[in-house]
């Protein structure tokens, strides 16, 4: 019954986006009002299909139906309720229908509350947005489809969606589970962050596409989809986050980022939306950079497609990849389609002169040439990770040789890079518009310069290498240029209107929360460089074997090995924990237990005992045991909480940054609806 | 404050200026997808499974060469394994008979270790018995030659140079009666030929 | 106005033609060795070798964190290696040739090297320049064209207040707009 269900509906939804997506396009070019009101409607129509078919797959999962292909591989009788529900993107096939659904979700949020303001760009909204979706949504019905079930044919069970002739359903007693390394909280809410955050780049495209489709290429399709790029930005850099700390928290390997392909692959959107949401700044407040901007919003749409294709196609290999199916042609075949429509579109009217700037760059040294320079930045970073991704694959089949590009060459190039991007960081921000001369720049970063100075005066007296004293000070002056601009923003308000400094800061914000929560989330950007910095560089570690009672020393902290101890837990997995003792200058801090389980599946994973302070992280692993002989992994990770609260100062000012203020609301829809009325036609939807 | 004379257009200008910008996005865009399609379809070839087997060079543990092609007209048993494959100490007994069953036949058997470290090969050579020829695959190129990303596989090769049969999987009881069969029958028809 | 902005082109250039060059030699840097310590191999110098090293058969899994019983035999084998004396970099080689280049984090073959490395690298940089370049050239062209130059705006000569109460302005105005 439940596979029935999913598949008719799937099929319908399938149906429903490709009408909607031919009809939107049929009726923007024609005029026609009534194919496109059809085609909205169609669009609106796949979210409780697609809906319905989720809602199958996770009773399937939650009941144990295992006639369902994707309930056996996915679950199993052992499975607690919360990881049959967050089952539905356990697999390939689940996940793709999972990514459907955001990306129906998203469209039909658009089109409810988007359809007046917008009202000329909205067909073609619709008509991008139903293109992709339909393309995920056809991998699901011919692909990939979570309704594939068991059936028995002469003694063989074979998999399939409809039931070949005389073949009968069968049941598995019990599923084969997810993935141990699966089975942890992370798993609940690091998917849905990241594919919320890559969904959530196809709409401001969307409306790039539709400016670029229909000649509307004033800032309005911009300002329609701020938020959505931020919300899109927001759920991407949670999804890196809980990422990173998934990987911390259970791989054991007392890192976070590994520069893997796929990580890498997640990492790309993000920063050409990053890139983005700074360069459209430009084009609202002086009319330039259309040309980049469009481009950018592209870039970001191209790279989640791409970021996609890698992980699924079996084209880079990695630990995070999909088993390789046979998705991999349908998918290349949408990059094809999908860039080519994009950049062709973004070229033509490049070359036809409708991006034309309103403002030419006056001063080389200004804001405007600052945030080209940004770009620049952005975009050479892409390029160096991209190429990283896959240049392994391209010299093993032009050379035949397979090679590894790894954290070396990722860091070769993201340092000074990312260097590069805090000094601008603690630049930009006081430069003028326009044009400035340097003696103006540095009198504005005066304070900022001399409390640099004295960061750096401070680290070189304490002792540090030169390396550290230069990353450290630029991360240092890009936070105390962020403060310098609060300071200056109360500053002008207590001159001008009397108010105390605290009402001052409270009035920034509210007046102009794009610009203070901006600010903010360069705090938090701040933080965690300094997070990243501290844990890099000054990382330490050993690995030592020792008995009951013996001690392990790093850093400042000792560890003393207490006992170990078997275990068997609820889903029959074997624990080897052990008993240890956290103590500094001799007094015991924490009680920890380390411990290393072992699934009925075979596979390991290891839990580190964490000892977490501001200062570091001292991390404990129990790597092997013979007996009570254990050999235990240490790290000592300074500074690596800032990462984790850097991310949390991050989220809030982004939450600041596009909370929407009431009057301002008003006066931009007034003002929008002033512009959209054209003669003769209607308004209303 | 724009900085417009009367007749300046983009594009409209004496001097015809080159796009470079447009060119290189275009070339660079092309070039990325040139290059994945061609990975894409790399990537997808099958396992070899038949045709000519790829002509290979190595070294056995006692230092003796051995060259596919120069065992042309003799049918030969290629078997990837690792020190570090579960499933292939349960294969190692079944190929060792099957080595002594055959090689008094003219059958050439060489057993071939993929990605493993000196010390542990001879190590597991020595505790599962292997006594047939055994050589390290230094450098991966024979496994990259047919493709080999997991252990174990074995390839049979007729007279002529071509592979008669693959098993991508541990030579199990079962197996092991098919390739006997397969070998009987490639031995008939290489006496019926010779 | 043109004559500076062309000389920085130039100098810009110079500085990406070199880019192949300085990068050739600083990616020596990947190669350096450490010095050979004597025996007994401990844990950790076992694993500060490992972690230069892949593992072949995982994808981009350092060889010191690899979990698979394949790469805990690949750890003893440094530590082998390192017990009999071998440095760093011989245990880097022994771990090329046997494995390939896939066990090491950069390339190690000079054409490699240079089609991974150093040909994107100075193909954006050279790209950036030639753009930078045009964008410098049309802007000399247009102010050669409207016949106005380009008047800077002055500061006002030392006047710390003038310039807050600027930057007041500025900012008042656009906290109130909306």
């Known amino acids: 019954m439940l596979a029935e269900l999913g598949i008719i509906t799937t099929g319908l939804a399938l149906l429903s986006a490709l009408f909607a997506m031919i009809a939107s396009a049929y009726g923007a070019v024609n005029r026609a009002e009534r194919w496109i009101l059809s085609a909205r409607n169609a669009a609106l129509l796949t979210w409780p299909l697609i809906t319905t078919a989720c809602i199958a797959v996770i009773a399937a999962q939650v009941t144990g139906d295992y006639t369902l292909s994707y309930a056996y591989e996915t679950t199993n009788n052992a499975a607690p309720f919360f990881f049959r529900v967050t089952a539905l993107w356990g697999g390939q096939p689940g996940s793709l229908l999972f990514w459907a659904w955001v990306m129906s979700t998203f469209s039909s949020a658009v089109i409810l509350f988007n359809w007046r303001a917008e009202r000329r760009l909205m067909p073609w909204v619709v008509t991008f947005t139903m293109g992709t979706l339909g393309f995920f949504m056809g991998l699901v019905v011919f692909a990939e489809s979570p309704f594939a079930r068991f059936w028995t044919l002469n003694g063989q069970t074979i998999t399939a969606v409809f039931a070949p002739a005389g073949a009968t359903l069968f049941m598995p007693g019990d599923g084969k589970g997810l993935n141990p390394l699966l089975r942890h909280p992370g798993m609940i809410i690091h998917p849905p962050m990241l594919y919320t955050g890559f969904v959530g780049m196809t709409i401001p495209w969307a409306f790039a596409m539709a400016a670029l489709a229909s000649g509307q290429l004033n800032t309005n399709w911009i300002r329609a989809t701020r938020r959505w790029a931020l919300g899109a930005w927001l759920f991407l850099s949670l999804g890196l986050i809980l990422g990173g700390r998934w990987a911390y928290d259970v791989l054991g390997w007392g890192g976070y980022w590994g520069w893997d392909p796929v990580e890498n692959s997640a990492l790309l959107p993000w920063l050409a939306t990053t890139a983005f949401l700074h360069s459209v700044m430009i084009q609202e407040k002086r009319g330039m950079f259309k040309v980049w901007n469009m481009f950018l919003v592209i870039l970001s749409f191209l790279l989640v497609i791409l970021g996609t294709f890698n992980t699924r196609s079996g084209l880079v290999e990695s630990v995070h990849s999909f088993a390789r199916s046979g998705i991999g042609v349908p998918m290349f075949l949408f990059v094809i389609v999908a860039v080519g429509i994009s950049l062709g579109l973004w070229l033509w009217r490049w070359r036809r002169g409708d991006l034309r700037t309103e403002n030419q760059l006056d001063g080389l040294l200004s804001r405007e040439s600052l945030f080209i320079l940004n770009n620049w930045v952005f975009i050479a970073l892409i390029v160096m990770i991209a190429w990283g991704i896959y240049a392994p694959t391209f010299t093993e089949i032009f050379t035949g040789n397979r090679i590894t590009l790894g954290t070396e060459y990722y860091r070769y190039y993201a340092v000074p890079l990312f260097g590069l991007l805090y000094l601008l960081m603690g630049v930009a921000p006081l430069v003028a518009w326009k044009r400035s001369s340097w003696k103006t720049l540095g009198k504005a970063m005066r304070p900022s310069l001399i409390a640099t100075g004295a960061v750096i005066v401070l680290l070189i007296v304490v002792g540090t290498t030169p390396g550290a004293v230069v990353a450290y000070g630029l991360v240092a002056l890009a936070g105390f240029s962020t403060l310098v601009e609060y300071g200056r923003g109360v500053q002008a308000r207590v001159r001008a209107h009397g108010e105390n400094p605290a009402k001052a800061l409270w009035t920034l914000f509210e007046r102009n929360r794009r610009r203070y929560g901006g600010y903010l989330i360069h705090l938090g950007v701040v933080v965690i460089g300094f997070g990243i910095i501290g844990s890099t560089v000054f990382q330490q570690t050993t690995q030592q074997t020792i008995d009951p009672g013996q001690t392990i020393t790093l850093g400042p902290y000792t560890m003393r090995y207490d006992n170990v101890f078997q275990a068997i837990a609820d889903d029959n997995r074997q624990m080897t924990i052990a008993n240890v003792t956290v103590l500094r200058d001799g007094q015991p801090l924490a009680q920890l237990r380390p411990r290393k389980d072992l699934f009925d599946t075979g596979e390991p994973m290891t839990i580190a005992g964490q000892y977490s302070t501001l200062e570091s992280d001292f991390y404990i692993l129990l790597n092997d045991w013979q007996g009570d002989r254990v050999t235990f992994k240490i790290y000592l990770n300074p500074l690596i909480n800032l990462v984790w609260w850097g991310g949390y100062v991050l989220i809030f000012g982004t939450i600041i940054a596009a909370w929407p203020s009431a009057e301002r609301e008003a006066a931009a829809v007034r003002e929008v609806g002033a512009v959209r009325a054209p003669a003769g036609e209607a308004l209303s939807a | ?194 | 106005m043109r004559r500076p902005a062309l000389v920085f082109a130039v100098w810009v250039m110079f500085c990406a033609a070199l880019v192949p060059f300085v990068f050739g030699v600083s990616l020596s840097v990947f190669a350096q060795s450490i010095t050979p310590t004597p025996q007994p191999v401990s844990a950790d110098r076992v694993n500060a070798v490992s972690r230069n090293l892949y593992c072949p058969v995982c994808a981009n899994t350092p060889l010191e964190v690899c979990p698979t019983t394949a790469c805990a035999s690949w750890r003893e084998q440094v530590r082998t290696l390192l017990a009999s004396g071998q440095t760093e970099d011989q245990v880097r080689q022994y771990f090329i040739d046997h494995f390939g280049m896939r066990t090491v984090g950069t390339p190690v073959d000079p054409l490699t090297q240079v089609l991974t490395i150093v040909l994107p690298l100075s193909l954006i940089v050279l790209i950036g320049t030639l753009l930078a370049w045009q964008a410098l050239r049309r802007r000399a062209t247009l102010a050669a064209d409207s016949m106005t130059p380009i008047v800077p705006i002055t500061d006002a000569p030392n006047d710390h207040g003038s310039e807050a109460n600027r930057y007041r302005a500025r900012l008042e105005s656009e906290l109130e707009e909306p």
């Open chain 2, 1 to 194: 404050m724009t900085v417009q004379s009367p007749n300046t257009f983009p594009n409209t200008r004496t001097t015809k200026r080159l796009p470079i910008a447009p060119i290189a996005i275009i070339s660079v865009v092309a070039l990325l997808i040139i290059g994945l399609g061609i990975a894409l379809f790399e990537v997808n070839q099958p396992p070899l499974d038949h045709g000519a087997a790829p002509d290979i060079a190595l070294v056995t543990f006692d230092n003796q060469p051995f060259k596919l092609s120069a065992n042309q007209g003799k049918i030969v048993l290629l078997n990837f394994w690792a020190s570090w494959c579960n499933t292939c100490p349960g294969e190692a007994p079944i190929l060792n008979k099957l080595w002594n069953d055959y090689r008094a036949k003219g059958v050439v058997f060489m057993g071939i270790g993929h990605l493993d470290n000196r010390a542990d090969a001879l190590a597991f050579m020595a505790r599962y018995e292997m006594q047939y020829p055994t050589a390290p695959d230094d450098g991966n190129h024979v496994s990259d030659a047919y493709r080999v990303n997991q252990v174990p596989e074995t390839y049979l090769i007729d007279q002529h140079g071509a592979l008669a049969f693959v098993l991508h999987g541990p030579v199990t009881a079962d197996f092991d009666t098919e390739l006997r069969t397969r070998l009987d029958k490639l031995l008939a028809s290489q006496t019926n030929q010779g």
